[in-house]
């Protein structure tokens, strides 16, 4: 639909139709990451939503890019990024889009449970005991310990005694990970008694006098602290 126009355009003829090149530049338009929090697993696998902003009413494009926090291990606002973003559907060749993109989420604790068992031991006048827990659900390959206190309830020996487990804790490289909880399990343990021998002391007397007052004494084992033991002949 070429014409012309002007004074003098009636001495002219012109060819109704001409080509040309130009370019259509691809749109820029913006990926933002909604990154999503999870539960610690070890790994920096990291979930979220791309969503693109700029793009025109009704074209056809879709966004995907790889997600990782930044490290494994368990925290609050921890970074997880979006890299290697690309564009898919009928239209994504006319726009262009940043190739990475950053969030923040967290990296809950495990829970896992600890399991205790106490050590039964010889009476020594104290509440103390040893033990050990073990912990059920640490991942393989991480490295995660427990420690706690153990008392009986009273110092005095008896068989299946209840014991009473406070303090518990986690150590190691990757205890930060993780959150423990004891289990329901009663913990009981044994004090045995303690054995001692005791041994009539050597006396003597000349005959037709009074016995002399009989005394003892112990020939092998102890007493524990602060105990005494009496006794007569």
């Known amino acids: 639909g070429i014409t012309l126009s ?17 370019d259509i530049v691809a749109r820029a338009i913006i990926a933002t990451l909604a990154a999503n929090g999870k539960t610690y697993d070890g790994t920096t696998a990291a979930t979220g939503t791309l969503s693109l902003s700029g793009m025109l009413a009704s074209d056809q494009v879709r966004v995907a890019g790889n997600l990782a926090f930044g490290d494994r291990n368990a ?6 990024a979006a890299s290697g973003i690309a564009l898919s559907g009928s239209d994504a060749g006319n726009y262009t889009v940043n190739g990475t993109a950053m969030d923040m989420a967290a990296i809950a604790r495990l829970a896992i449970t600890g399991t205790a068992a106490a050590d039964s031991r010889v009476y020594d006048g104290t509440a103390s005991t040893t033990g050990r827990i073990t912990l059920n659900g640490v991942l393989a390959g991480d490295a995660v310990s427990a420690f706690a206190s153990y008392a009986f309830a009273d110092p005095n020996a008896g068989m299946g005694r209840t014991v009473s487990v406070n303090g518990l804790a986690l150590a190691g490289a990757d205890a930060g990970n993780y959150s423990v909880s004891l289990s329901s399990n009663p913990v009981r343990a044994d004090i045995l008694r303690r054995s001692i021998a005791v041994a009539a002391d050597d006396l003597t007397k000349l005959y037709g006098q009074r016995d002399p007052a009989l005394t003892w004494r112990i020939v092998s084992g102890s007493l524990a602290g602060g105990d005494a033991f009496a006794g007569a002949l």
């Open 75 to 80: 925290g609050a606002g921890k970074t997880v």
């Open 6 to 22: 002007g004074a003098d355009a009636g001495n002219y003829t012109v060819d109704t139709t001409v080509t040309a090149l130009a």
